[in-house]
């Protein structure tokens, strides 16, 4: 049933991902063209600011999630229900946070830009809308958590995926015909509170119970689970949003909001990448959490071994493709020539992706045994060293330099630091067999991706028909080699016969 569940989740979050990708193409094409770069670098530079703001959720969502758990397999609905009520009341906090801090923090948002665009009208106002998005997102959000803790996180990608096609349908329309910026956002605020809304609605509609009003109070000892979790969260939810959601911000000050216009290009691309893998380990998270619930140790670390071999091929494949057809696909199929960054740049987005990326299957399995607490003061460190390196590199390397901060402070703190909590508390062991094959998988990802650069360089011209060539290569050729490095492992058994049967079922 878990793994029927997962590849349920996993087949439906890939498709509507796919629609996200063909919706967040289009919706910047169209601003790129009706408007100018600056407004795709302002949105960039906002959603950062936004994200600095959600520190107020403070990492209870993922506490609360983990908690469910239990009183979900055990069916323990008076928990839940009193669970629920406390983590509304939770989101409906921080919603109303983030809308007053946010208004608060409207006449000082021009700190961040190094030159104030002057052909952009109404910037407060511009802000303030994406400041009412953020808010209004966390007022009904938390039972789509529900839904996705009960391993039907189908559900909620499908709800999402439908109102974004007739969201981003009706701001294009509106867009053209206007060309006013504040109307699109508008819209976008309109339709993440009817998203919402719906969510919702397919929660009480599946989980009535859910409606019930309920007086008990959450017990104690889940409560000071939550409140531990919580603690622990907190800073990772600091260093998550330092290391991940600063990068606009130091390019906007320090470079200009031009090269971030230019960097959110390339991370639509790249996000869209991660994030259709992440919907893998999204979709599996509950299963996990289950597994980790009724599943000894010694089962549950075989089959992190297997999910980490996945989630090695996933980003091998997917960071070859990246760094090879990136540019080509700016340059002759989206925007144009002017519109690149060089190939030292493309590289080190591609290696930044690699190191974040390979820490999902680490990051799915820690957060289901809730094991936060073990490792709290890690996320300070990281975001210390992320900081100082990104402020100090960006003045002498731009945009670069700001990526290598990021990569610097992977490496130093949560690439060696995350799996040893996983295996000291969740497994019981030592994590020299991980380090010892995370460096191999490394030295293999070099050697897969310079064999795949070398064949798509002596391809000399950039065209469509190059193109197509290009993704052939860098589509195939890495599979080929993953194939012939791994066929003989358990590994590749076990991923190949699970892959297989998930694209049997039906369901």
């Known amino acids: 049933m878990r793994l029927e569940n997962s590849a349920r989740n996993v087949k439906t979050a890939w498709i509507l991902q796919l629609v996200h990708i063909l919706c967040q193409f289009a919706t910047r094409t169209v601003i790129i063209k009706v408007l ?19 520190l107020a959720e403070l990492g209870i969502g993922e506490a609360i999630v983990f908690s469910l758990y239990g009183p979900i397999a055990r069916d323990e609905r008076r928990v839940i229900s009193s669970i629920m009520k406390f983590y509304q009341k939770v989101y409906i906090f921080v919603g109303i946070f983030i809308a007053a801090v946010g208004y608060l923090l409207t006449p000082y948002i021009g700190f961040f830009i190094k030159d ?29 958590t529900f839904i996705t803790a009960n391993q039907n996180n189908y559900l909620v990608v499908l709800n999402e995926g439908i109102t974004e096609i007739i969201m981003v349908i009706t701001q294009i329309a509106a867009l053209v015909m206007t060309k006013n910026y504040i109307i699109y956002l508008i819209i976008g605020v309109i339709f993440v509170f009817i998203r919402n809304v719906t969510i919702t609605a397919i929660a ?10 309920s007086s008990e109070k959450i017990p104690k000892e889940i409560f000071n689970s939550i409140k531990k979790n ?3 969260m907190v800073l990772h939810k600091i260093g998550s949003i330092v290391v991940f959601a600063t990068d606009n911000l130091i390019i906007s000050k320090f470079v200009g909001l031009v090269s971030v216009g230019l960097y959110t290009n390339y991370c639509v691309i790249t996000n869209a990448v991660t994030v259709f893998i992440n919907k893998l380990f999204t979709g599996i998270a509950a299963s996990v ?26 980003y091998v494949f997917s960071c070859c493709c990246l760094f090879n057809l990136l540019n080509p696909f700016i340059e002759v199929l989206w925007l144009g020539e002017k519109f690149l960054f060089g190939k030292a740049i493309v590289l080190t987005i591609v290696v930044k992706i690699y190191i974040t990326g390979m820490r999902s299957s680490v990051q799915t399995f820690k957060n289901a045994k809730g094991l936060y607490w073990q490792n709290k003061f890690m996320p300070i460190g990281e975001s210390i060293i992320n900081i100082v390196a990104s402020v100090i590199l960006v003045k ?44 191999k998988y490394f030295a293999v990802f070099a050697v897969i991706m310079a064999i795949t650069y070398y064949c798509n360089s002596l391809i000399r011209d950039d065209n469509l028909m190059t193109f197509v060539v290009k993704c052939c290569i860098s589509g195939i050729l890495p599979n080929i080699l993953m194939i012939l ?19 049997k079922i039906k369901r």
């Open 36 to 54: 100018t770069i600056e407004y795709v670098g302002l949105s960039g530079l906002f959603s950062n600011v936004l994200t600095m703001l959600s």
């Open 116 to 144: 104030m665009p002057e052909n952009i009208p109404d910037l407060d106002l511009v802000y303030l809308l994406f400041v009412a998005n953020s808010a209004i997102s966390y007022f009904f959000s938390y039972k789509a």
């Open 230 to 232: 919580t603690g622990a």
């Open 396 to 439: 002498y390397m731009g945009v670069m330099g700001v990526l290598l901060g990021t990569i610097i402070s992977s490496i130093l703190t949560c690439v060696w630091i995350e799996p040893r909590v996983l295996y000291k508390y969740g497994f019981k062991k030592s994590p020299k067999s991980y380090y010892l094959r995370y460096i």
């Open 204 to 213: 009480n509609h599946k989980y009535p119970y859910l409606k019930e009003r």
């Open 289 to 314: 959490g289950n597994l980790a619930v009724e599943a000894d140790t010694d089962k549950q670390e075989r089959i992190f071994n297997n999910m980490a071999f996945l989630n090695f091929w996933l």
């Open 485 to 503: 490095f791994y066929h003989k492992t358990d590994e590749y058994a076990y991923v190949k016969q699970a892959v297989l049967k998930a694209l």
